[in-house]
C-alpha cells in the first residue's frame, strides 16, 4: 500500500513540476531545492526525488554536479532537433501502417477523430475551440503511432513527444491570442485528413512525408516566435528554457 502511494505521490508531483517548468514559473538554470520545494508541493522528499528523476530522464531536468537538479536550459537547435526526432518517428509509424495494413476499426476510429476535429473549427481561418483541438489532437497522434502494430514504435513516439516543444500539443495552451498560430491549426487539420487517407490507400512514401511535415508546424511557430515576432515570447512561457 506505501509503495503504491508513494508511486501516485510522485505521479502527481511530476505533473505539477511539468506544469511549473513549463508554464515559466521555474525558468532554465533554476536549482531546486528539496526542502522548500517539497513544502511547496505539500509532499514528502522521497517521492520527490522520484518525480525529479522522471524529469530529467524526459530531459526537463539535469543533475547538478554538487547534487540535487537543475532546470536545464536547451539551445534553438536542441528544440528543433526535439521535433525533427518526434516527425521521424510518426513518419515511421505512417509508413508502417501504410504498409502493413490497418484493421478497419483501427481505421474507422482514426478518422472519427479527423471528423469531429472538422467540427472544432468555425467558417473562418483560426476560428477553431482550442481545449477541443487539444484534446482530439492528442488522441489523434496517440492512435496515429498504434496504427503501426509496433509496440516499440509506439513507445518511442510517446518518449519523443515528451521532450519540450516537441509534442504535438506544443503551444496550444497560449494559442488563442496569436493569430499566426491559430491560422496554423487549419494547415495541421488538412495534414491529418492527408495522412489518413495516405495510409488508407497503402501510400507508405505519402503517409510517412505528410506526418513528417506535419510535425514541423511546431518548428515552425518555434521559429515565428524566436525569429521573427520576439515581441510574442513573454506569451509563451515555455519559452523561458530556450536560450536564443
Known sequence: ??????????????????????????????????????????????????????????????????????VRQFSFADV??????RGVLEGTAARLAAERGVKPEAMASIQAVVKELDGVFGANPGEVEFEAYSEL?????????????????????????????ASPSAFLPDKTDIAAFRRSLNIAQEQHRAIVQAIAAREGARAEALAREHARIARRNIEYVLLEDRSLIERVPGLALVVA
Open 1 to 70: 500500500m506505501k509503495q503504491a502511494a508513494s508511486k501516485t505521490h510522485a505521479t502527481r508531483t511530476v505533473i505539477e513540476l511539468r506544469k511549473k517548468i513549463l508554464g515559466g514559473e521555474l525558468p532554465g538554470g533554476t536549482r531546486l531545492y528539496e526542502v522548500p520545494l517539497a513544502e511547496e508541493l505539500e509532499i514528502s522528499r522521497t517521492p520527490l526525488r522520484d518525480a525529479m528523476s522522471r524529469l530529467a530522464e524526459e530531459g526537463l531536468l539535469e543533475r547538478a554536479r554538487s547534487g540535487g537538479f537543475v
Open 80 to 85: 528543433i532537433d526535439a521535433i525533427e526526432i
Open 137 to 165: 489532437n492528442a488522441r489523434f497522434h496517440a492512435e496515429l503511432a498504434a496504427l503501426s502494430g509496433s509496440k516499440i514504435v509506439e513507445k518511442e513516439v510517446e518518449r519523443a513527444a515528451r521532450l519540450p516543444f
